[in-house]
């Protein structure tokens, strides 16, 4: 049986093999190399755009995606036929205007959307990279956005936007290609991640890797899945991204279909149906593996750790412009991290803007209807257009 009629009848709805989007593959003659050593190559990036590129090749925005996002930034889902995960912020006549820029969105690498990650084919075996594939950091995802944005013909970005994972890889845009970043909007984000999030992270990686379905990582090759413990990983990590007053607000104590307890372990309360809805969707548009991959990306980032510890070092005399964004329920990335971080900004006299928005959503308020984070969205991209030389 071949791999993909193994994916197929494993009911893998991934777009690893297959992405429904364009791609940009990098032969032998331009491998990526790896913060681990390690060199990947082939690779294939895949990505969406939307707008057009002016004449000056100065218009381009690029859109950094969170941890279980994907490239889909302004367009359906293939995989859940869902609108755009920022369809909020992107789109014609919207704060980020594709009437007006172009905008880029890549899948990640390690992710499971069309760029390579451990669910696409290693060319050595033709069967998928498992956990033989390397361990990526944030760093190695930008290098691969930074080899796209050449190909496309791009010097400079005007601006790179991105929350929480996506809000990392701008941080990363800005100390590690400072002169091709004209302006830059870390959202809902920290300069490194905390010993608590990556407990977190540790508590999903466990549950996926305690599945028996797991399979040592070879559950695609065995036409297996190990939903049970990516839906648990689901689960745990969902709370994190939302506020006890938001829980409230939204649940309660309120039954599920019933006006008394069942005495059982049933979803008796909303909120554990709710939860499980959450896990039983995610298993069905994400790679197990992946997640591991993605999340350890996220433990490993330190920008400080790059300079000597010294966070301000890594934008010592920067040209680019930043809009620091935090929300004040969100306990994942909490304003203290913010602060911090454009106190580092001030201290390598860079320009920057700090916005705290007022917000019972929590983490994810980023990702929702917020009417201060599209005011401030939109007023920063006309500043920078406008200081750019872009018009209005």
Same mark, same amino acid.
């Given at each position: 049986?071949?791999?993909? @009629?193994?994916?197929?009848?494993?009911?893998?709805?991934?777009?690893?093999?297959?992405?429904?989007?364009?791609?940009?593959?990098?032969?032998?003659?331009?491998?990526?190399?790896?913060?681990?050593?390690?060199?990947?190559? %082939?690779?294939?990036?895949?990505?969406?755009?939307?707008?057009?590129?002016?004449?000056?090749?100065?218009?381009?925005?690029?859109?950094?995606?969170?941890?279980?996002?994907? #490239?889909?930034?302004?367009?359906?889902?293939?995989?859940?036929?869902?609108?755009?995960?920022?369809?909020?912020?992107?789109? %014609?006549?919207?704060?980020?205007?594709?009437?007006?820029?172009?905008?880029?969105?890549?899948?990640?690498?390690?992710?499971?959307?069309?760029?390579?990650?451990?669910?696409?084919?290693?060319?050595?075996?033709?069967? %998928?990279?498992?956990?033989?594939?390397? &361990?990526?950091?944030?760093?190695?995802?930008?290098?691969? #956005?930074?080899?796209?944005?050449?190909?496309?013909?791009?010097?400079?970005?005007?601006?790179?936007?991105?929350? +929480?994972?996506?809000?990392?890889?701008?941080?990363?845009?800005?100390? +590690?290609?400072?002169?091709?970043?004209?302006?830059?909007?870390?959202?809902?984000?920290?300069?490194? =991640?905390?010993?608590?999030?990556?407990?977190?992270?540790?508590?999903?990686? #466990?549950?996926?890797?305690?599945?028996?379905?797991?399979?040592?990582?070879?559950?695609?090759?065995?036409?297996?899945?190990?939903?049970?413990?990516?839906?648990?990983?689901?689960?745990?990590? =969902?709370?994190?991204?939302?506020?006890?007053?938001?829980?409230?607000?939204?649940?309660?104590?309120?039954?599920?279909?019933?006006?008394?307890?069942?005495?059982?372990?049933?979803?008796?309360?909303?909120?554990?149906?709710?939860?499980?809805? #959450?896990?039983?969707?995610? &298993?069905? @548009?994400?790679?197990?593996?992946?997640?591991?991959?993605?999340?350890?990306?996220?433990?490993?980032?330190?920008?400080?750790?790059?300079?000597?510890?010294?966070?301000?070092?890594?934008?010592?005399?920067?040209?680019?412009?930043?809009?620091?964004?935090?929300?004040?329920?969100?306990?994942?990335?909490?304003?203290?991290?913010?602060?911090?971080?454009?106190?580092?900004?001030?201290?390598?006299?860079? +320009?920057?803007?700090? &916005?705290?928005?007022?917000?019972?959503?929590?983490?994810?308020?980023?990702?929702?209807?917020?009417?201060?984070?599209?005011?401030?969205?939109?007023?920063?991209?006309?500043?920078?257009?406008?200081? @750019?030389?872009?018009?209005?």
């Amino acid at each position: 049986m071949t791999t993909r @009629r193994k994916i197929k009848e494993a009911g893998i709805r991934n777009q690893a093999i297959d992405p429904a989007s364009p791609v940009m593959q990098f032969g032998a003659d331009k491998p990526l190399m790896l913060d681990s050593g390690a060199v990947l190559s %082939p690779f294939t990036i895949a990505y969406q755009h939307y707008g057009t590129l002016n004449a000056a090749r100065s218009n381009a925005v690029l859109i950094c995606h969170a941890l279980t996002g994907d #490239q889909h930034v302004a367009n359906k889902n293939p995989v859940t036929g869902k609108d755009g995960w920022w369809q909020t912020l992107v789109g %014609p006549g919207k704060c980020i205007d594709t009437d007006r820029y172009f905008v880029i969105c890549s899948n990640v690498i390690g992710g499971c959307m069309g760029t390579t990650g451990p669910a696409s084919i290693n060319p050595v075996t033709g069967e %998928p990279y498992g956990t033989d594939f390397p &361990v990526v950091t944030i760093r190695d995802m930008v290098r691969a #956005q930074a080899m796209l944005i050449e190909a496309l013909g791009i010097e400079t970005l005007f601006c790179v936007v991105g929350g +929480s994972m996506g809000g990392m890889q701008v941080l990363e845009w800005a100390a +590690s290609y400072p002169e091709k970043v004209f302006s830059a909007m870390p959202l809902a984000t920290a300069a490194k =991640h905390s010993a608590q999030n990556i407990a977190f992270h540790e508590v999903g990686r #466990q549950a996926v890797m305690a599945d028996p379905e797991w399979r040592a990582g070879r559950y695609l090759e065995e036409g297996t899945r190990p939903e049970k413990g990516l839906a648990v990983a689901r689960m745990a990590a =969902h709370i994190t991204y939302l506020s006890e007053p938001a829980l409230q607000r939204k649940f309660g104590r309120k039954f599920q279909d019933r006006v008394a307890p069942t005495f059982s372990f049933d979803a008796d309360f909303q909120v554990e149906s709710y939860l499980r809805y #959450q896990g039983a969707s995610f &298993v069905e @548009r994400f790679d197990a593996n992946s997640y591991l991959y993605v999340t350890r990306a996220m433990d490993y980032f330190d920008i400080a750790a790059d300079h000597g510890g010294q966070l301000a070092k890594a934008f010592m005399n920067t040209k680019t412009r930043f809009c620091v964004v935090s929300f004040t329920s969100d306990w994942l990335f909490p304003t203290a991290d913010s602060r911090a971080l454009v106190h580092a900004l001030n201290a390598g006299g860079a +320009s920057v803007s700090f &916005v705290e928005i007022d917000s019972d959503k929590g983490h994810d308020a980023f990702l929702l209807d917020e009417p201060e984070l599209m005011a401030t969205t939109g007023g920063f991209i006309a500043a920078a257009a406008r200081a @750019r030389g872009l018009g209005r």
